[in-house]
């Protein structure tokens, strides 16, 4: 036991300090709310919306991180921004990392291929929910709906394709 006016003992030489287990320790007190944002300016610009972008094909590696699908509910033009330029910082740091990860099983081609699909296999599934539900009273907005349910099909052609090709993978269970 130490006295108000001694230095408490040191730890003898090769101990480490112990540690106390998460489940013991005390709950960490709550942050403190953040402040409220200041108001807005009079001065501020409106908001703009955010449209999505047209993709040339050739540079499709400028958008390989958050599809457009998602990215079209981000409608602010700002924050919409913001996670283009973090998909373009996640995409560098992924590729840095990748040569260090295991090797894909069924080789870079085919497990290409397989992303690719899934990606399809997402698209298809998107454009069949898009056209749900056509409005009655807006004829070019059904009409897009049915566009939409055709286009699936399509794409859901494209990935089946792309599987038959591929065929059963010889690790793969049938």
Do not use: K
Request: net charge negative; proline share 17%.
């Amino acid at each position: 036991m130490c006295l108000p006016h001694e230095a408490p003992p040191e730890a003898p030489p090769g101990t480490e300090t112990r540690r106390v287990p998460p489940g013991r320790r005390p709950p960490r007190r709550p942050a403190p709310p953040a402040p409220p944002p200041p108001p807005p300016d009079d001065d501020e610009p409106p908001v703009s919306a955010a449209p999505s972008p047209e993709i040339d094909p050739d540079l499709w590696g400028d958008f390989a991180v958050f599809r457009e699908t998602f990215l079209v509910y981000v409608s602010h033009a700002r924050y919409n921004a913001a996670l283009r330029v973090f998909g373009e910082l996640l995409f560098e740091m992924v590729l840095e990392a990748w040569g260090h990860w295991p090797e894909q099983p069924e080789g870079y081609i085919r497990s290409h291929l397989r992303a690719a699909v899934a990606d399809l296999r997402h698209l298809q599934g998107y454009l069949t929910t898009q056209g749900e539900n056509p409005p009655e009273d807006e004829p070019y907005e059904a009409h897009l709906c049915r566009m939409a349910v055709r286009m699936s099909r399509e794409v859901g052609g494209v990935a089946e394709q792309i599987e038959r090709e591929l065929g059963p993978w010889r690790g793969e269970v049938s």
